[in-house]
């Protein structure tokens, strides 16, 4: 019998039901397996038959909790995540039978230290200095030692097979995830930015492998259709927005909406729960999948790399292929990697791209939306 947590009967509805779902899914068997980075090759988990989810906190609500701990000055992302672990108040982080997390910026990792005194948290060494055959090996290294791992802790064995047919099972999730995202290419955008946000995000959270793939293909064929009917929401003279930087999760609504109310519309998110992560699939061709893993997870352009020219390769297609007429940078408060960051992408777009920029610091509060509002009005006017 597995026990659900003792305030769980003053939690809200959504919440309630999320942790319904993670105490059955428990009860069948099945472990979970909780990440927070892009970085994660969680075929490696899916190898061992266990669950996936992200743990990444999106609420404002545990941050107090958390700053008993954490210092305040830290990115909302690092704390949410926290809080939501020390006040049992996530259901994936409180039914995870193991956390995995990476050596990406400094913040995350010392919670990763933090959070391992609550529940086992394994730290995969990103090596984020250097480029080539070194880094590659050393991370490749870091993929065998996530495997010995999680065979230890979940008790089971992982074989090569296993480890290329979770390859094949998550390669044909970002295919359908990308063609779903690819409606953002026609003119206008087959999708609002919250349809383009929302399916993507939802998808880490479907869990049943089978049924996600399902609903991706209907979604796909029904975004289609309605568009094919003249039935899209989305008027055609609107200026087109890509989206890059931190995550967005824990600000989407007054972001999006903002953005979309503002006159534009969001064609493309150059972010993690958008194209960064399902951008390069995982060769299945390559007869050691290890390596095929290293190869895909090394290459993600995450601003915690240092000279991260994939970022630049990535954003430079996506405003082409998605007729971009402007870039919006979004960066978490005290998220210096992206924040530093923004004074190259700021350049690249400007000068190499020749569109407009603008940057935009955040957290997960409400209280600036309409200050946000005034400035995504005079950006939208300048296009
Ligand atoms: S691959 S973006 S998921 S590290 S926003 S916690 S960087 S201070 S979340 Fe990220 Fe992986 Fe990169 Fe993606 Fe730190 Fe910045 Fe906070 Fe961040």
Redesign the pocket.
Known sequence: MINLPEKFNNFNEARQKGFIKAKELKESGKKLVGV????TPVEIPMAAKAVTVGV?GVSEEPIPDAEKVLPRNL?P??KSSYGHAITDTCPYFYFSDLLIG?T??D??KKMYEELDKVKRTHIMHLPNARKGEYTYKLWKEEIKILKEEVEKELGVTITDDDIREAIKDKNEERRLLREYYELGKLKPSALTGMELHQVLYQAGFKFDRDELKKDLRKVIDDMKERYEKGECPVQKDKPRILITG??IGGISEKLIKTVEESGASIVAYEL?GGI?AIDLLVDEENEDPIDALAQKYIN?G???MLHNDNRIELLDRLVDEYEVDGVIDVV?Q?????NVESNRIKEFITTKKNIPYMTIETDYSKSDTEQLRTRFEAFVEMI
């Not at 005290?334 to 992206?338: D, E, G, K, N, Q």
């Open positions: 927070f980075c892009t970085y990444c990115c992302l690092i990476e990406t910026c913040g995350k931190s995550p993690c960064r993600i995450c601003s915690c978490l005290a998220c210096h990697t992206f």
